[in-house]
């Protein structure tokens, strides 16, 4: 079935270092792809997504390409800040079924 | 952004008792009311989707007798995990979403069951 896999955590940077957190995912047919953040003690929260092969999404100067042939949606960020520590989660959306599959999250700390 | 809240937020109860966990969405109506439970560090598992005013939709390996769902409104979705037992003990999520395709989260319940 269609599943998710994400870097194990947690991942520790220094405020302004560069992030990367890998993402591969296994689906039939064409997937949407998503990254959700989750703040101490928030709900989830919709980061970015990608519905396509070769989309990128981007918000708040994280970013993440849609690539079909690795099957990857690795997420980006240039420069961190201590603001940016919490809990991310890769998932995608089968074709037309609007359900979401989620990988088993990555905590990020970053410190000052 | 979309505003949705979960009561209570977190509950202990004890072995074979009933708990009651309700999600409402404040300001936007919810036509589809998905539930998930995630244990510590693990992913978000898929319970159930419900619309309103049907029965909910189960995943598989999802007793519906021991999880009941009632979405009775666009804003007030229950689910209700009767005879608890330890092995419930989890974080339970709802998600609603609204007809435009985003879907949104509640802050997740902690059940411990004793």
């Known amino acids: 079935g269609d599943s998710v896999t994400q870097m194990e955590g947690p991942v520790t940077l220094s405020e302004e270092a560069f992030l990367t957190i890998n993402c591969t995912y296994t689906?039939?047919?064409?997937?949407?792809l998503f990254w959700y953040v989750q703040y101490p003690g928030e709900g989830l929260q919709l980061l970015l997504k990608?519905?396509?092969?070769?989309d990128k999404g981007s918000n708040k100067g994280f970013e993440a390409t849609y690539r079909k042939e690795t099957t990857s949606f690795h997420l980006e960020k240039g420069s961190v800040q201590v603001s940016d520590s919490a809990v991310y989660f890769c998932?995608?959306?089968?074709?037309?079924?609007?359900?979401?599959?989620f990988g088993q999250g990555t905590t990020l700390q970053v410190k000052p | 952004g979309a505003v949705v809240s979960q009561h209570p937020s977190w509950v202990i109860c004890k072995s074979g008792t009933s708990v009651k966990i309700e999600c409402r969405s404040l300001?936007?109506?919810?036509?589809?009311m998905f539930w998930y439970r995630q244990f510590p560090k693990q992913s978000l598992m898929l319970m159930a989707t419900?619309?309103?005013?049907?029965?909910?939709?189960?995943e598989q390996g999802v007793e519906k007798d021991k999880f009941l769902i009632n979405h009775a409104s666009l804003t007030l979705s229950t689910l209700t995990v009767t005879s608890a037992h330890p092995e419930d003990s989890s974080f339970y999520i709802c998600?609603?979403?609204?007809?435009?395709?985003?879907?949104?989260f509640g802050p997740g319940t902690r059940l411990t069951v004793t």
């Open positions: 998932a995608l959306t089968p074709s037309n079924t609007g359900k979401l599959i």
């Open positions: 689906a039939t047919g064409y997937p949407s």
């Open positions: 990608a519905t396509k092969a070769d």
């Open positions: 300001d936007f109506q919810a036509t589809t």
């Open positions: 419900s619309n309103e005013g049907s029965k909910a939709t189960y």
């Open positions: 998600s609603p979403k609204t007809g435009d395709y985003e879907q949104y």
